[in-house]
């Protein structure tokens, strides 16, 4: 087995943080008689602010400043609010126990700051079970760029060709992809409704396979792609 290790997202593959996290802005949107279609919203999924800035887009709809900060933090409020009893999603909680029953390194690599994922993590139970959190505002560059990943492959101690990665965005898996990793689609609610043909390998869940039976698939892809590269 070449597989040594495996990055997990958080943000919407670990946990849905992705459906409270729209709707809270969803109804900041509706009180100004505006609309954030979901096409808007997904240019900021697995990359942050980064990728798209609800509050810029919702001044330009409405022609004039919203004060940023308090507005950050009703927002924030009512997020933490939606996802509060949220637990891990199916197949995390067994994946991340095979893994250390078969002698992986498992990190987490998430365009989300610090504080966000050690909160989700601890309160889920999981923190003390990854050997690496990389965070967005720890980087230059979040996701699509592959500056999370390539920096979680080093805190492992792995080549790209060593691990894969779990995503639930287009963003999370072109910035796998653009580390040299195979990158497996698990797609949430939100993110089910976006393209993800461009992974490698898609599920429905992450309780579809064994974590063996994922590793077979997983090296499967990676000799497909070495015979498809090779002159």
């Not at 809270?24 to 808007?40: H, M, N, Q, T």
């Not at 009703?74 to 939606?82: D, E, N, S, V």
């Not at 101690?157 to 689609?185: H, I, Y």
């Amino acid at each position: 087995m070449s597989i040594r290790g495996l990055i997990f997202d958080l943000d919407g593959l670990i946990i849905d943080t992705e459906v409270g996290s729209l709707q809270s802005w969803r109804e900041v949107y509706d009180e100004y008689k505006c609309e954030l279609p979901l096409e808007k919203w997904a240019l900021c999924i697995g990359a942050g602010l980064d990728g798209f800035d609800p509050h810029a887009y919702l001044e330009s709809l409405v022609g004039k400043k919203i004060p940023r900060e308090p507005l950050q933090q009703r927002t924030h409020a009512r997020h933490l609010a939606l996802i509060e009893q949220e637990v891990a999603l199916p197949g995390v909680e067994t994946t991340i126990a095979s893994a250390q029953r078969m002698g992986l390194r498992i990190a987490v690599a998430s365009s989300s700051d610090r504080t966000w994922v050690e909160g989700n993590l601890q309160r889920l139970g999981l923190l003390e079970k990854f050997d690496a959190t990389i965070c967005g505002d720890e980087v230059t560059h979040r996701k699509p760029h592959p500056e999370l990943y390539l920096t979680a492959l080093a805190a492992l101690k792995l080549q790209p060709d060593e691990a894969f990665a779990l995503e639930d965005s287009p963003n999370g898996v072109r910035a796998a992809q653009n580390a040299g990793m195979v990158c497996v689609a698990i797609p949430n609610p939100i993110t089910a409704q976006l393209s993800l043909e461009h992974a490698d390998i898609r599920l429905n869940s992450m309780a579809d396979l064994s974590l063996e039976q994922l590793i077979q698939r997983v090296e499967q892809r990676q000799e497909e792609k070495r015979v498809t590269i090779q002159p």
